[in-house]
């Protein structure tokens, strides 16, 4: 995303306002800051608020390892209404009766979500076939065959249950898509079901009270928006850390692979002053290899 501005490198982690893309959030948070490149870690519905780790300048070519964190979600799901779309957006489908339905049913069948499943990705989501997002074919009528993939529920915390809704509070691996369980909640239920409300908490250990909001940045002064940014290798956390002496970052920085034990396949790299240089992979017993580097250095991790 090559635009004007300056190269500001850094993670943002914003709390995402509802009925805003996540391309919108990307663009009006870019603007504040006035950096030249960015890009986003996963995308949140128009209709979800929350947390949205923001990725700038070097930072942009370790976003793909955010992608495959797991999520941390609080949602409502509404009973007896069924949209178009899964969501509270969408066009009502069909509007059943609830009168029978009991807290222990909807316990029983919430609960009943946790753990590996198989799951069809909505028509109406960001996927891409043959080039457009699958939401385009669906606005359109058409219907695009979808295969399946597994995902996971690790957690499911019931807040609340009511006759007409429920709120819950849900960890799931990548991929899986909140509306599409709470369809399957309706389903299972048999009354129909939509998403009325879903807010996301928690992105790889990040938390959505780390996050600012647009509001916020935009009344900051602008030379302090800045201090919002965390360092690119926040988004690294998880890995292990090696310290090269200057002989082997130097080796690395050339493509070189270089002889030091790797406490794992991928391990973040810091020169001698400490200063974050980039991603390696276990090469073989006692070597590490250049996975992706950064064009400059960026500044000491704390």
């Not at 819950?168 to 129909?192: P, Q």
């Not at 928006?225 to 292990?240: E, V």
């Not at 974050?276 to 991790?301: H, M, N, S, Y």
Request: proline share 4%; net charge positive.
């Amino acid at each position: 995303m090559g635009r004007k501005g300056q190269a500001i490198d850094g993670v943002l982690l914003l709390d995402k306002p509802r009925d805003i893309t996540s391309n919108g959030a990307l663009q009006s948070a870019r603007r504040l800051l006035g950096a030249a490149k960015a890009g986003h870690t996963g995308t949140l519905d128009p209709m979800a608020t929350g947390l949205l780790p923001l990725c700038f300048g070097e930072a942009t070519k370790f976003s793909s390892l955010l992608l495959d964190a797991s999520k941390v979600y609080r949602a409502r799901i509404t009973f007896g209404i069924a949209t178009a779309t899964g969501d509270v957006q969408g066009e009502v489908l069909q509007r059943t009766d609830i009168g029978a339905l009991e807290s222990v049913q909807i316990v029983r069948v919430l609960e009943g979500l946790i753990g590996e499943q198989e799951q069809v990705p909505p028509m109406y989501s960001a996927l891409k076939h043959a080039g457009r997002p699958l939401y385009e074919y669906a606005r359109a009528g058409q219907q695009i065959e979808r295969a399946s993939r597994r995902i996971q529920v690790y957690s499911l915390e019931i807040s609340s249950v009511e006759r007409t809704d429920a709120e819950i509070r849900i960890e799931v691996s990548k991929g899986t898509y909140i509306r599409s369980l709470a369809e399957e909640v309706g389903l299972r239920l048999g009354v129909g079901a939509h998403l009325s409300a879903l807010r996301r908490e928690g992105v790889a250990g990040f938390r959505v009270e780390q996050a600012v909001t647009l509001d916020r940045l935009a009344e900051s002064p602008p030379e302090q928006r800045r201090s919002w940014l965390l360092p690119t290798d926040a988004l690294l956390a998880g890995l292990p850390r090696i310290d090269l002496d200057e002989t082997r970052s130097r080796k690395l920085r050339q493509g070189g692979a270089v002889a030091v034990k790797a406490p794992g396949e991928l391990v973040r790299l810091y020169d001698p002053s400490g200063s974050f240089i980039g991603v390696g992979r276990a090469a073989g017993e006692g070597v590490v290899a250049p996975q992706r580097l950064l064009q400059t250095t960026c500044a000491k991790a704390s």
